[in-house]
Antibody, heavy 120, light 107 residues
Framework: EVQLVESGGGLLQPGGSLRLSCSASGFTFSTSWMHWVRQAPGKGLVWVSR????????HYADSVKGRFTISRDNAKNTVYLQMNSLRAEDTAVYYCAKSRVGYDFVGDYWGQGILVTVSS | DIQMTQSPSSLSASVGDRVTITCRASQSISNHLNWYQQKPGKAPNLLIYAASSLQSGVPSRFSGSGSGTDFTLTISSLQPEDFATYYCQQSCCTPPTFGPGTKVDIK
């Protein structure tokens, strides 16, 4: 059974940093592209970032480029999202997701989501 | 970025009704269109991928159609567990983008 479990969320002040983790099981993580998607409270879904299987190719939404970094540890079956210079508009539930086709995001499995709140 | 729109933004329907939701892309995306269902407090669940392919485990009352810029999600006979918000999403081009959602609630 595929499982994705996010952790590391919380409340922090604008300008702060946070690292989210997503622990994966039930599929071959080391050959899978992984993605992060977020959803602000009461709002829609927004794709944030993706990483290829070995972490050498990454892409970001313009809204987080230069502030967020996706990385992974295939030995631990874990993908990370390092978030720096956080802003109030980064407040959201963050989901990690696996794509059924890899690079192109078709999210067939999602984590339960983790809330990040940026507020003074 | 490719803009996705959905209509209606919300609808009220009864159990057993046939429900149709439309999604439009700001430029042609071929068949790179996916549909998700999301219930409150839960992660999205993939229903349809590549415009018309049913994801494994999804009931056959869900179907998708369309290509290019115009797409449709149809629920042939609405069930109590189908009351949720539905999102379309294009996987043609970077960045992947989602529609604003269609909330289906009980009439």
């Amino acid at each position: 059974e595929v499982q994705l479990v996010e952790s590391g969320g919380g409340l922090l002040q604008p300008g702060g940093s946070l690292r989210l983790s997503c622990s994966a099981s039930g599929f071959t993580f080391s050959t899978s592209w992984m993605h992060w998607v977020r959803q602000a409270p009461g709002k829609g879904l927004v794709w944030v970032s993706r990483s290829n299987a070995d972490g050498t190719t990454t892409h970001y939404a313009d809204s987080v480029k230069g502030r967020f970094t996706i990385s992974r540890d295939n030995a631990k079956n874990t993908v990370y999202l390092q978030m720096n210079s956080l802003r109030a508009e980064d407040t959201a539930v963050y989901y990690c997701a696996k794509s059924r086709v890899g690079y192109d995001f078709v999210g067939d499995y999602w984590g339960q989501g983790i809330l990040v709140t940026v507020s003074s | 970025d490719i803009q996705m729109t959905q209509s209606p933004s919300s609808l009220s329907a009864s159990v057993g009704d046939r429900v149709t939701i439309t999604c439009r892309a700001s430029q042609s995306i071929s068949n790179h269109l996916n549909w998700y269902q999301q219930k409150p407090g839960k992660a999205p669940n993939l229903l349809i991928y590549a415009a018309s392919s049913l994801q494994s485990g999804v009931p056959s009352r869900f179907s998708g159609s369309g290509s290019g810029t115009d797409f449709t999600l149809t629920i042939s006979s609405l069930q109590p567990e189908d009351f949720a918000t539905y999102y379309c999403q294009q996987s043609c081009c970077t960045p992947p983008t989602f529609g604003p959602g269609t909330k289906v609630d009980i009439k």
